[in-house]
């Protein structure tokens, strides 16, 4: 793989530095999204990798130390922390855990003194967590603090934009799998352009814009019919259960291979909703011509261009595809849930729903795990936001290890959206790109048809066989094992 050239170099670490010879195991939430947060590691010389997959071994480990009172996401996380301990090589004295936290009420909260419990009880009490928060200015990254914080909001688009390509090009291949290699090879590339990637911010920007460009071609030479029969199904619910398939049982794959195509909310959504947060605390609290103001305000303006640059490239791929500004999402909650008196993902969901109807959505599915209080009150509110929206079908799924039959409820559900589709009141906007619409389909008489985009700048080759996965750059061809 061709490696980019800067004139900068990266930083250095320090031996004095808290995590020096340390190695970070970070959990696996959404798809891509932890592994380019152990590049961010790597790319500061600190060692890090993901935890192993979660498998059913996960589930016997987290289930000692659960009681059923905890989130199902707190099982798998601590399930995946101590398959890491169980792994060949493992070493107690170097290790370090990586798990966020927050306030507010969601059990996520208690997740961090839950595993230091654990730990303590099997022998393990000396393992450190790293809790990376802005509340200790993210102390604990020493120097390099700022630097983790932007290239840290960069990945999450990053890797945000490689799942939208991959969700809305796998249901159209012709060729099983090469979405998902496209996918692949996307994300090393993007691990490897942040891991390599200097410490200059417009250096670092200009590679990553680079490696999404790179991206979009893959996927652009993806063989795909884009067929407008598919419905259009929206995901949102609790954060870590709708984006980890694991947990959710790879609900999206089922609902692709039963003919729909997925519309997610993606990790970026809650980031943003999290600085809305914030800036209404500040003005509840009268600081709004506070130093904490003016640094909020300056960030959001930072985190909102970098991801109009980052994005760029997929404008023309992403036309309908549209994801809405957090002031939208809670304005339209707010019929529903008021915005300065509720916060959490209760909030986001119900709002996103409502956006992702009116844009032309067949249906909503809420993935939240079993007994979660934001997944609770939203299953509450469906009803009537699903009769003020034109009766759009909304399905609440809720999981916690247990066996059903997904399958059979998932195929039931996609016959009342294929149903609602011939009658709901808002059409759907389509890509230039895709085949004509259908009839049924509200305001679409008359559509034409258009190839895919193409941009043969780069001279991407196509995809020959499922087993061999290409790049772009004059990298090598690699058989897959």
Not at 55 to 60: P, Y
Not at 181 to 210: K, M, P, R, Y
Not at 282 to 311: A, G, P, T, W, Y
Request: hydrophobic content about 35%; aromatic content about 8%; some cysteine.
């Amino acid at each position: 793989m061709l490696r980019l050239k800067h004139s900068h170099t990266r930083p250095k670490l320090e031996a004095s530095h808290p995590l020096a010879g340390k190695r970070v195991y970070i959990p696996v939430m959404a798809e891509g999204m932890s592994e380019v947060m152990a590049a961010i590691f790597r790319s500061m010389r600190i060692e890090a990798g993901i935890t192993p997959p979660s498998n059913k071994r996960t589930l016997e480990l987290g289930g000692k130390f659960t009681s059923g009172d905890e989130c199902y996401p707190a099982k798998i996380t601590v399930g995946d922390f101590l398959r890491a301990i169980e792994q060949p090589g493992f070493d107690p004295k170097r290790a370090v855990f990586l798990l966020p936290t927050t306030d507010g009420p969601c059990r996520f909260g208690q997740y961090v003194p839950f595993l230091k419990r654990v730990l303590r009880e099997i022998g393990y009490a000396d393992i450190p967590i790293l809790s990376p928060t802005d509340k200790n200015g993210y102390s604990d990254f020493g120097d390099g603090a700022t630097r983790f914080v932007r290239t840290g909001w960069r990945a999450v688009v990053a890797s945000d934009t490689l799942r939208r390509a991959l969700l809305k090009t796998r249901p159209y291949e012709t060729t099983p799998g090469t979405a998902d290699g496209a996918f692949q090879l996307s994300l090393d590339d993007l691990c490897e352009t942040i891991e390599s990637s200097c410490a200059n911010a417009a250096c670092q920007l200009q590679a990553l814009v680079e490696c999404i460009t790179r991206a979009r071609d893959r996927f652009r030479n993806v063989p795909a019919h884009y067929d407008a029969q598919f419905p259009l199904i929206g995901v949102v619910g609790e954060i870590f259960c709708r984006l980890n398939s694991f947990s959710n049982e790879d609900l999206i794959r089922r609902l692709e291979k039963q003919g729909a195509e997925i519309s997610l909310s993606h990790v970026g959504e809650w980031v943003g909703y999290s600085n809305e947060v914030e800036s209404q605390r500040l003005h509840l609290s009268r600081q709004i011509f506070s130093l904490e103001m003016l640094s909020e305000k300056l960030r959001s303006h930072v985190q909102h261009k970098d991801e109009h640059d980052l994005i760029a490239p997929f404008v023309e791929d992403f036309e309908g595809y549209e994801e809405p500004e957090v002031h939208e999402v809670i304005r339209l909650a707010e019929p529903y849930l008021p915005a300065r008196g509720v916060i959490g993902e209760m909030l986001v969901s119900v709002g996103t729903a409502a956006y992702l109807a009116k844009h032309g959505a067949d249906g909503i599915i809420d993935i939240s795990p079993f007994t979660c209080m934001n997944g609770i009150v939203s299953e509450a509110i469906y009803p009537k936001l699903s009769q003020d929206l034109g009766g759009i079908p909304i399905r609440s799924f809720y999981f916690d290890g247990t066996q059903s039959d997904l399958d059979r409820d998932l195929g039931i559900y996609l016959e009342l959206a294929r149903g609602y589709r011939e009658r709901k009141p808002y059409p759907r906007r389509y890509p230039s790109y895709f085949n004509p619409r259908p009839a049924t389909e509200p305001g679409n008489a008359g559509q034409g048809s258009a190839l895919p985009p193409k941009d043969r700048a780069h001279d991407i080759p196509e995809y020959a066989t499922p087993s061999v996965a290409w790049a772009a750059d004059s990298r090598q061809v690699i058989e897959e094992s």
